[in-house]
């Protein structure tokens, strides 16, 4: 997959087990209560969330960062649950001219 590729339609990505996916307004609750928690947050640059309001900032951070095409963040979930967010994880700051000479 090209870097074109990957900003032109989000790449979803699965193993056996697992599903990679956008993140979407209707994860806001399980990114509250995955940021909430310290020991999640302990090794991460953000502090942990205290409101829901935060959780939707993040979300549409996240969004947003891919539309400008400054990161990819997954959603990740269960291949037999795939709305669940059971973590995240991405590629941040996304240099795309560093990484066109990579490729």
């Known amino acids: 997959m090209s870097i074109a590729e990957a900003f032109s339609a989000f790449p979803n990505l699965k ?3 697992l599903i990679l996916r956008q993140i979407m307004p209707d994860d806001i609750d399980a990114v509250f209560a ?11 640059d953000i502090d942990t969330l205290s409101a829901r309001q935060e959780a939707e900032e993040l979300v549409e951070f996240f969004i947003k960062r891919y539309h400008n095409r400054v990161s990819i963040r997954w959603a990740i979930a269960l291949e037999d649950k795939p709305h669940k967010l059971i973590g995240t994880c991405g590629f941040h700051p996304f240099n795309e001219e560093i990484m066109t000479r990579l490729v």
């Open 15 to 17: 193993t056996q087990r």
């Open 34 to 44: 995955l940021y909430s928690d310290n020991s999640v947050v302990e090794f991460l």
